[in-house]
């Protein structure tokens, strides 16, 4: 159901193509590095639709709506989600929820809404059958905190694997794998222990895993944007290197990296996929990530009075997505600083494009065997501020309480 | 005071197609510049310049041909072509004068001869508007047609605070027939005024119509009044306006206010109803309101209504995954198609109105709307049953009556015009 093949490489950076099967009219492809389409419970935030790609579905969005998830017996249906999407079925939701402490031998507790909920082997083989994913994560330890030592990296090694092999067992005999069955994008986990992550690894080749899912790096309470790669990136070298030598290709996917220098020095490591999360974080703080860094910024805030003036220019020139065609970067100003729904909508048009044109230009530097370290230089001062730093657009439930006359 | 020159040439033709035989009610096409609309017309309200969560292609893909607009960046609009512009909005739009919100929305507000002045809701300053600023504001918007600047008065309020305001509103529509700039691309419309007073409301009208404007607006009457005298005034200012001129109900309001205020003659109307209740997850449909929020809804899997054409209800969005959608925090989806419905449903009940004219089937539309509404025709409120009586359709005997006029106070038999 799913082919990696590699077609590039420059460095330890490759350009590769990931194909699945999404029924034999509509079979997907994806260039890669590339990334996953961000949403909740089936919807991009703020947008009625997205080009068509990978749905990152995180499973702890429905462990709370699971009497909706049973009743309606199809996840796609239900979301009325588009042929030409295809779905992994992951664990958490990156942007919102840390990994919260809560695995024992038989679960995984997933935050949601109405607090932490247990997933189990069973309910996730289920789960998988009610969603038919192309890719699925079985459920894994992936807890850390600060100061965990090598002896919890080893549990939280063999404790993913045992999930690893119950899940897939389980799910041969519900008769959920074989020939049309989901890939397993695998929880590679081990904590801050190189030699754990190096066991790990050869664990889950052995195994002959589909796919990586790197996790348990960033601490339960970290805010996505404090997480940088630097702080993991020395643990991983030694088990990237075996990775490199391994046949056929895997994808590997390492969710949870935010920053555009990031994910250019993932990419040099060998990383392939990305979640698409920037467009959602940068939105709702009201930010608009720019073609060209503009007065040292990357961003903009667009809720500035000072920008209603500018009714003869769009947001940014370099742009073509229907917000910057159609509307100025005044009408914009007025809307976020108006508490409108619809800046929401059009910021989030904007910074979705604009990732988009971000791994494009990713892709380019690889296939022309550019050096990425430019590239890296270039995106250097993309850094996305801490929620305090910058007044976000009115949270969208705060919004809704707001009654006008 | 000059009046407005008696041959400019109004940007605004309003043709009638069919009356109602028995009712006051009839479908017009009024002609404006940036589109023809169909009357009697619903115009959903953009009050900040965005339709709440929905886009002007999708609102225009729904069939609207006229919106209300406003905003408050008002200088910067004159500059930048208008709001059509700014809002990407290619069809008809209505502007109010600004008035009314600003004196809703503020905190302090002191009314003279010349103007109101009051603190801006947007970033607290003093601001100062007067027919003249509010006519050269809307001169800068572009509107098709534009409000007066009247002296806005609550409906609860009595006294002789009543009859200052609709006198000065006179005075002001004078002002701001003078200080129109562009007479032959914006029209303006009067509000007629008075509170719930017949006596006020007839000096207003006779005064209003002996101007020489395009069309009339009816004020101060969305303001929680009783219905029962609610629908009178409305009835007394039809019946009093020039036949040949559209008359613009404001602020109104439910479905059934529209279809009794319809078959009272009235043809334009504006509520915030069908996107307010949007965002508090209440869906519209034929037999009321779904409050899509509560437990019965959670594993509803089928559509707001199967009968409906919006993307919402074809696109095959369930109740349920509706309800999902409106609790996820920095999700926007389930309000944009909750909004996509309910404006849809509110045109196509004046669509469907509208039909029902041209086939000469008006009141039997209207008994139809009512017994989906309500099941048990001991529910049909009592105000309604009134109002239709008195224009000759009786909702309870399902056979149209002799008409009868009632004055505002109740008492009836007064001799029909």
Redesign the interface.
């Known amino acids: 159901i799913m082919r990696f093949t590699v077609s590039a490489s420059s460095g330890r950076a490759r350009l590769g193509h990931l194909a699945l099967s999404g029924g034999p009219d509509h079979p997907v492809a994806m260039a890669t590095p590339g990334y996953l389409i961000y949403n909740?419970?089936?919807?991009?935030?703020?947008?009625?639709q997205s080009p068509a790609g990978i749905l990152l579905t995180p499973l702890n969005?429905w462990l709370d709506?699971l009497?909706?998830l049973r009743?309606?017996g199809n996840l796609r249906?239900?979301?009325?989600l588009r042929p030409d999407r295809q779905l992994l079925l992951s664990l958490t939701d990156h942007l919102?929820y840390y990994p919260t402490p809560g695995v024992t031998a038989q679960h995984v507790g997933l935050p949601t809404?109405s607090g932490k909920a247990p997933l189990t082997v069973e309910l996730q083989a289920e789960l998988t059958l009610l969603t038919s994913p192309e890719l699925v994560q079985p459920l894994a330890d992936c807890e850390i905190r600060e100061g965990d030592g090598r002896k919890r990296a080893r549990k939280s090694v063999d404790r993913s694997l045992a999930f690893y092999d119950r899940f897939t067992t389980a799910l041969e005999q519900q008769g959920g794998l074989g020939g049309g069955g989901p890939a397993l994008m695998a929880s590679w986990v081990g904590g801050y222990s190189a030699e754990e992550r190096l066991r790990c690894l050869r664990e889950l080749e052995s195994r002959g895993a589909d796919g990586l899912v790197v996790e348990g790096f960033r601490y339960y309470n970290q805010p996505v944007e404090d997480f940088r790669l630097a702080q993991c990136e020395s643990v991983l070298t030694e088990a990237l290197q075996q990775q490199q030598r391994s046949q056929p290709p895997r994808p590997l996917y390492f969710p949870g990296l935010v920053h555009p220098a990031d994910i250019i020095r993932a990419a040099e490591l060998g990383f392939d996929l990305f979640d698409g999360s920037l467009p959602?974080l940068l939105t709702?703080r009201g930010l608009a990530w720019l073609t060209s860094a503009t007065g040292g910024s990357w961003w903009l805030h667009v809720g500035d009075?000072e920008l209603?003036?500018a009714?003869?220019r769009p947001l940014d020139p370099g742009c073509c997505c229907r917000c910057c065609r159609?509307?100025?970067l005044?009408?914009l100003a007025?809307?976020s600083?108006?508490n409108?729904?619809?800046a929401?909508?059009l910021l989030m048009e904007h910074n979705s494009a604009r990732l988009a044109a971000f791994f494009n230009e990713l892709r380019s530097a690889i296939e022309s065997a550019e050096s990425l370290g430019g590239l890296a230089t270039k995106y250097a001062a993309a850094v996305v501020p801490p929620t305090a730093a910058v007044a976000p657009l009115a949270?969208?439930?705060a919004r809704?309480k707001d009654?006008?006359? | 005071m000059s009046m407005a020159t008696s041959n400019a040439a109004y940007p605004l033709k309003f043709n009638i197609i069919s009356k109602c035989g028995t009712t006051a009610a009839r479908t017009a096409k009024m002609q404006l510049p940036h589109a023809t609309v169909d009357t009697p017309v619903f115009m959903p309200v953009g009050?900040?310049?965005?339709?709440?969560?929905?886009?002007t292609d999708e609102l225009s893909k729904l069939g609207c041909r006229i919106m209300l607009g406003n905003?408050?960046?008002l200088e910067?609009l004159s500059?930048?072509g208008g709001l059509h512009g700014?809002?990407?909005w290619p069809h008809a739009l209505l502007t109010d004068s600004g008035g009314?919100?600003m004196v809703?929305?503020s905190k302090l507000c002191n009314i003279d001869e010349g103007g109101v002045t009051f603190t801006s809701p947007?970033?607290g300053t003093e601001l100062r508007l007067t027919p003249e600023e509010s006519i050269r504001i809307q001169n800068g918007i572009g509107a098709d047609i534009m409000m007066q600047l009247d002296d806005v008065v609550h409906s609860s309020t009595t006294g002789p605070r009543v009859k200052e305001a609709m006198e000065r509103s006179i005075r002001w529509l004078d002002r701001c027939l003078a200080a129109n700039a562009r007479p032959t691309q914006q029209c303006l419309f009067p509000i007629v005024q008075g509170g719930l007073d017949s006596d006020l409301r007839i000096q207003s009208l006779d005064a209003l119509a002996s101007r020489d404007v395009a069309g009339f607006a009816i004020g101060g009457l969305s303001g929680g009044e009783a219905k029962s005298t609610f629908w009178r005034i409305v009835k007394l200012c039809t019946e009093r306006l020039p036949a040949g001129k559209p008359r613009y109900l404001m602020g109104v309001g439910l479905p059934l206010d529209l279809v009794v205020c319809v078959a009272l003659g009235v043809d334009m109307f504006d509520c915030?109803l069908p996107t307010?209740t949007a965002?508090?997850g209440v869906a519209l449909v034929p037999e009321g309101q779904l409050q899509l929020k509560k437990r019965q809804f959670?594993?509803d899997?089928r559509p707001i209504d199967d009968r409906c054409s919006c993307p919402c209800c074809t696109?095959?969005?369930?109740r349920?995954?509706l309800a999902?959608?409106l609790?996820?925090?920095?999700?926007?989806?389930?309000?944009?198609?909750l909004t996509a419905h309910n404006v849809a449903y509110m045109l196509n009940l004046m669509s469907e109105m509208r039909q029902s004219l041209v086939d000469g089937k008006f009141s039997e539309f209207v008994r139809h709307f009512f017994r989906l509404q309500y099941p048990n025709p001991t529910d049909y409120p009592e105000w309604a049953v009134e109002a239709l009586k008195s224009v000759g359709v009786s909702l309870l005997s399902g056979e149209d009556v002799k008409k009868s006029s009632c004055n505002v106070d109740g008492s009836g038999d007064v001799e029909v015009k």
Do not use: W
């Not at chain 1, 909740?40 to 009625?48: A, K, W």
């Not at chain 1, 249906?77 to 009325?80: A, E, I, K, V, Y």
């Not at chain 2, 009050?47 to 886009?55: E, I, M, N, Q, R």
């Not at chain 2, 696109?315 to 369930?318: I, K, N």
């Open positions: 909740r419970c089936g919807s991009d935030p703020h947008l009625p969005h709506k009497a909706l009743q309606a249906q239900l979301c009325r919102d809404r959602a709702r009075v209603l003036t009714t003869d159609q509307f100025s005044s009408y007025h809307l600083l108006s409108e729904i619809l929401s909508i949270n969208d439930q809704l009654d006008e006359a | 009050t900040k310049g965005s339709l709440k969560a929905l886009t905003t408050y960046h910067i500059s930048s700014y809002m990407h009314f919100q809703s929305l947007y970033d915030v307010r965002r508090f959670e594993t899997l696109g095959g969005y369930s349920a995954y999902t959608l609790k996820e925090d920095g999700v926007t989806l389930g309000c944009s198609l």
